[in-house]
């Protein structure tokens, strides 16, 4: 396959547009240019192509993980299946997403921390931040870990109470709606309810 046309990316710094005689434009790095000695005219073998095609592939792969992680922060598998979506093979996709872990650009390990410190602040307890975790995608043996980081429950649990409560938790409907809301937030039916005991202590020492 002649090469019929090789020319600088105007939308790129460091790429190259290469027009092949079918037509087909491949998007090369300069790497590649000097790696396989490309030129205008030159006379691809089918190997060489292959071979030129799955390495520019692979450098088009981590230009975009790149991209897209210095946007936001995401888990390694959020990565990945980003990059599958926008139409990255499933190897390359991977591969990227492993080139960005090693050079320490990718961090399960401090993503899930960061994500079990935001959702904490906002007082959701464990079981939440769990799910959470789970639907990123971060391996579950980074959890125990990153939970550290979430704030003690009888605290959190206590604000919450102090912040939503509406009156009096004799009354089983408020009792009902408070603990309700609790534990759609995450935390245990035995501290929700040590809380609400807690607060009903509160109440009847500040005005027994």
């Not at 550290?148 to 009888?154: G, H, R, S, T, Y």
């Not at 206590?158 to 009792?175: F, M, S, V």
Request: aromatic share 6%; glycine share 8%; charged share 40%.
């Amino acid at each position: 396959m002649r090469i019929l046309e090789l020319k600088p990316s105007r939308r790129k710094k460091g790429r190259f547009l290469l027009k092949l005689e079918d037509e087909t434009i491949l998007r090369v790095t300069e790497d590649e240019l000097l790696r396989f000695s490309l030129r205008p005219g030159m006379e691809l073998g089918e190997e060489e192509l292959e071979a030129l095609r799955a390495s520019a592939g692979a450098s088009a792969a981590k230009a975009a993980a790149a991209n897209i992680i210095g946007a936001r922060a995401l888990s390694k598998k959020e990565l990945t299946s980003r990059l599958v979506k926008k139409g990255t093979g499933q190897a390359d996709a991977e591969a990227a997403a492993g080139w960005l872990e090693d050079i320490g650009a990718l961090d399960d390990a401090a993503y899930a921390a960061a994500l079990v410190r935001h959702y904490g602040g906002k007082g959701y307890g464990p079981a939440r931040v769990r799910e959470e975790l789970r639907r990123r995608g971060v391996d579950r043996e980074l959890w125990d870990g990153a939970l550290e980081e979430l704030p003690e429950a009888e605290d959190t649990l206590d604000a919450l109470i102090r912040k939503k409560c509406r009156g009096d938790l004799t009354d089983p409907r408020e009792k009902k709606r408070l603990s309700d809301a609790l534990l759609r937030r995450g935390f245990s039916w035995s501290d929700v309810r040590a809380a609400m005991a807690r607060y009903t202590e509160m109440l009847e020492d500040d005005y027994g």
